[in-house]
């Protein structure tokens, strides 16, 4: 049997884990949620603001106006995460603090001539440094979490391949350990799982236990989420529906394969279907010939229309393959969204089993280009979220202040 400390911890760990994903709560709304008695929920909210991880006050000052009576919060800066992005067209580290609010964030381009690993890792290096420099005095630092546009191992953070930044069997969690030192816990995940991850926890999945996650950038990913939880694979790399073949006429993909979905919906695909050959792939080429698309340029427009067929039948793939409830579209896709809508529905509407298109429901991602650095925190809090008594009460402190 479970002795009282053990429940109490883990009702400490379901409370932080609630504040955390849906904000401020009263008392009864946390009661309603968790079953507890209104004594319970006021001993365990005692105790996370003891340990700096819980604000409880008036509602309009902790951001709930409306509410009758005292809420609680999660404490941004009482635990965060660093976080980092290595993504093929820009690089970023934040800060995000319990709640999922960024505390700090900075992003700035990856140049294309400085995509090695030991220049990749100097130029983040720089990035996280800076974010170290910006956490709040006195916030515990949980670790730090690394997104990356590659198939990576999370267990050692080792990256077996990352056909657009040319990377294969990189060991970055080690190289990363060194250069920040491993007193600091490091994880590091595909960035469409991450991606998934935040959408599902605050942006545009909460609450769908069926979700599919689907992002582009040069290349193309997704995460899985399946009754609630993520879909990970025998070997860690499930989702990587980027090179699936859809095209065997097509062109050749950086993976070394012919017509993978990537070669048709991906950034260089959009361009090179409106006639523009960019020596290399910025994504400031892409947002133009969007903006042209909008303005009813015809090139602009034919070419995104194609990009969205062949997006709307690997989409359909996918939503016959997972039944999911909600498929989310990130990073391009999510720009591209309101331009290719109806043609994406058309192809689901062709090929989607009856069953399966009454559910479905597609939306542009919430989270914008920070979803990824969000759920990079998301992974490195949980240590937090799961045992918050990793953080020392501050009580005895405030006593003698
Ligand atoms: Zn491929």
Same mark, same amino acid.
């Given at each position: 049997m479970a002795s009282p400390e053990s429940v109490r911890r883990h009702n400490l760990s379901l409370l932080l884990r609630l504040l955390h994903q849906s904000g401020a709560l009263s008392r009864s709304e946390i009661g309603a949620a968790l079953g507890m008695t209104r004594s319970t929920i006021g001993e365990l909210v005692a105790d996370l603001r003891a340990r700096g991880l819980v604000e409880e006050g008036d509602p309009a000052r902790l951001g709930a106006? !409306?509410?009758p009576s005292l809420v609680a919060r999660p404490n941004p800066e009482g635990a965060a995460a660093i976080t980092a992005e290595i993504a093929v067209n820009s690089l970023s580290a934040a800060v995000v603090g319990l709640g !999922?609010?960024?505390l700090h964030l900075v992003r700035v381009p990856h140049q294309p001539r400085r995509l090695a690993v030991d220049q990749t890792i100097e130029d983040v290096g720089t990035l996280i440094q800076t974010a170290m420099a910006a956490i709040p005095p006195g916030c515990w630092v949980a670790g730090l979490g690394i997104a990356i546009a590659g198939v990576v191992s999370? @267990?050692? #953070? =080792?990256?077996?391949?990352?056909p657009n930044l040319g990377?294969?069997? &990189?060991p970055l969690g080690l190289l990363v350990a060194e250069r920040f030192g491993a007193s600091l816990p490091i994880v590091i995940a595909n960035e469409a799982d991450l991606g998934a991850l935040a959408e599902h926890t605050w #942006? @545009? #999945?909460?609450?769908?236990d069926h979700l599919i996650y689907v992002s582009s950038e040069v290349g193309v990913g997704a995460g899985v989420v399946i009754d609630g939880r993520p879909l990970v694979g025998a070997a860690g790399?499930? !989702?990587?529906? #980027?090179? &699936?073949? &859809?095209?065997?006429t097509g062109v050749r993909c950086r993976c070394g394969a012919? !017509?993978?979905?990537e070669t048709e919906i991906g950034g260089p695909a959009l361009l090179r279907r409106a006639g523009r050959t960019e020596r290399s792939y910025r994504g400031e080429a892409v947002t133009r010939l969007l903006r042209e698309a909008a303005w009813g340029d015809p090139v602009a427009l034919g070419a995104v229309e194609e990009v969205g067929r062949w997006l709307g039948s690997g989409l359909a793939g996918l939503t016959n393959v997972f039944n999911p409830q909600r498929v989310v579209l990130g990073g391009l896709l999510c720009d591209m969204w309101p331009l290719v809508e109806q043609i994406v529905q058309a192809e689901l509407r062709g090929r989607v089993m009856a069953p399966a298109l009454e559910v479905v429901d597609i939306r542009a991602a919430h =989270?914008?280009?920070?979803g990824p650095l969000l759920g990079a925190a998301e992974l490195a809090l949980a240590r937090v979220l799961d045992e918050p008594t990793l953080v020392p009460s501050r009580s005895a402190e405030r006593r003698s202040a």
């Open positions: 106006p !409306g509410r !999922g609010r960024i999370r @267990a050692d #953070g =080792l990256v077996h391949f990352a990377w294969r069997d &990189v #942006g @545009a #999945g909460v609450g769908v790399c499930a !989702g990587e529906v #980027g090179h &699936v073949q &859809v095209n065997p012919i !017509g993978c979905w =989270l914008g280009a920070d």
